[in-house]
């Protein structure tokens, strides 16, 4: 039983991943619903945004063997969001999302960064996944910038991958 959150460090300081649990349902969900036009508006994270602030505390609440969901937190705040997914372990899936105000500062590469890092070292991940609707190009981006590598055309969506290089070498 893990007593207090889990933190990653990314490579800028000020800037973590610190592990979602229940009691960030009120400020997950407040985010959820002032990022919401943002997140909605190429037609993903529809039913994530439509979320009550009962159905993200139960999410929060269901217990994973090893932390997978962090909040995005610079300085005091919480400005989005990542995801591994254990889709089918040691390979995992990848969400992100940033609050509006929070873009184009590369906050979500570093991110990203940061959780394979984790999930390399500490979930011993030897792939991960993510899928991004054709007209995504911010997340296209992000995931160039961090290694992925597009390797399937999905109908509506991209898979991208990455394997992840031995433990010790430094994420770029
Ligand atoms: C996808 C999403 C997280 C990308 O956010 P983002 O801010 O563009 O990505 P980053 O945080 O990595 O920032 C990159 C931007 O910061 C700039 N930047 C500044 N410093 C940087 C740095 N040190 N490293 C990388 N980029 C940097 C980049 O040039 C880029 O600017 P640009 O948008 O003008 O090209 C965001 O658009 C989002 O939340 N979208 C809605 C949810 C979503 O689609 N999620 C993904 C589903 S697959």
Redesign the pocket.
């Known amino acids: 039983m893990r007593t207090s959150p889990l933190v990653v460090n990314t490579a800028?300081a000020g800037l973590v991943l610190r592990e979602l649990v229940e009691q960030d349902a009120g400020a997950l969900h407040a985010l959820l619903q002032a990022?919401k036009a943002?997140?909605t508006?190429?037609g993903?994270?529809t039913a994530i945004a439509a979320a009550d602030l009962a159905a993200v505390a139960a999410e929060l609440a269901a217990q994973q063997p090893a932390p997978l969901s962090f909040a995005v937190v610079e300085g005091d705040a919480m400005v989005?969001r990542v995801d591994l997914v254990a889709v089918d372990p040691p390979r995992y899936g990848?969400?992100?999302?940033?609050?509006?105000w929070?873009?184009?500062?590369?906050?979500?590469?570093?991110?990203?960064l940061a959780l394979l890092e984790y999930a390399r070292d500490d979930l011993h991940a030897s792939d991960v996944y993510?899928?991004?609707?054709h007209n995504?190009h911010?997340?296209?981006?992000?995931?160039h910038?961090?290694g992925f590598d597009r390797v399937a055309d999905m109908g509506s969506?991209s898979r991208y991958h990455r394997r992840l290089a031995p433990e010790g070498a430094t994420m770029s």
Do not use: D, I, K, Q
């Open positions: 800028r990022s943002h997140l508006r190429l993903n994270f989005g990848l969400g992100y999302w940033l609050a509006p929070a873009t184009g500062r590369g906050l979500a590469t570093l991110a990203v993510a899928g991004v609707t995504n911010a997340s296209a981006a992000v995931l910038r961090t969506y």
